[in-house]
């Protein structure tokens, strides 16, 4: 009954570095998303995918780069980090159309020193 | 303009209030309506969707009125453990996006 997962939990990054976080879901869900939430804000859209092998830009892309090579995985990376990108990532799933509930992963929490 | 606004609070309330909070939303196009509850750095997670003839859940109902483009949550008899905060979404299937508002912060104090 595992939903939605990411990895890693926590990092922390130096100036500069590169990583990529992986979210994975179980749901045969089409649709993926990563937000990111910053003190005080809501979530932003990163960038989301409508199905395997497919991307789109969300709000706030720059600085980041997807991947959905199979259905159930969705990846976010960071070529070079940086303070901006301190932050609590949440990767979330959805069916398409009327039966659109998302389902959130536990989230990544980013701190780029 | 904000896709979706709410009220950030906090509302602080005594156990047993009746609190209640708005949530505009500017695409008419939109087409479903969600309340997320969300607690100190965990995960937002869905508390319950809501249909235009209203909906309730126990001691939550929700509400819809498209004409004016708001939706509202009504908590009755709070609950030290409704702490959170809410979060208000809409989501339009064309553009498979969801617009989160940016949150209202409950406090229920015994």
């Known amino acids: 009954n595992a939903g939605v997962t990411q990895t890693p939990k926590f990092r922390v990054l130096k100036t500069g570095q590169s990583m990529t976080l992986l979210c994975a879901q179980d749901m045969n869900h089409e649709y993926m998303y990563w937000y990111r939430q910053d003190p005080g804000m809501g979530l932003r859209l990163i960038h989301y995918s409508v199905g395997e092998g497919t991307t789109a830009k969300g709000e706030v892309p720059d600085g980041y780069n997807v991947s959905r090579l199979k259905k159930q995985n969705f990846l976010l990376g960071l070529e070079s980090a940086a303070p901006s990108q301190t932050s609590v990532y949440f990767c979330?799933?959805?069916?398409?159309?009327?039966?659109?509930?998302?389902?959130f992963g536990a989230g990544t929490r980013l701190s780029v020193l | 303009r904000k896709e979706v606004e709410q009220d950030p609070g906090p509302f602080n309330v005594p156990e047993g209030a009746t609190v209640a909070f708005n949530c505009t939303y500017s695409?008419?196009?939109?087409?479903?309506f969600f309340w997320y509850r969300q607690d100190c750095r965990k995960e937002p997670k869905l508390l319950m969707s809501v249909y235009s003839s209203g909906n309730e859940d126990g001691r939550f109902t929700a509400q819809l009125n498209r004409a004016s483009q708001y939706i509202s949550l009504l908590i009755r008899d709070s609950k030290l453990s409704d702490s959170a905060t809410y979060l208000c979404v809409v989501n339009i299937y064309n553009f498979n996006k969801f617009y989160f508002g940016s949150g209202t912060k409950l406090n229920v104090k015994p």
């Open positions: 695409n008419s196009a939109s087409q479903s």
């Open positions: 979330a799933s959805s069916f398409s159309g009327d039966k659109n509930i998302q389902y």
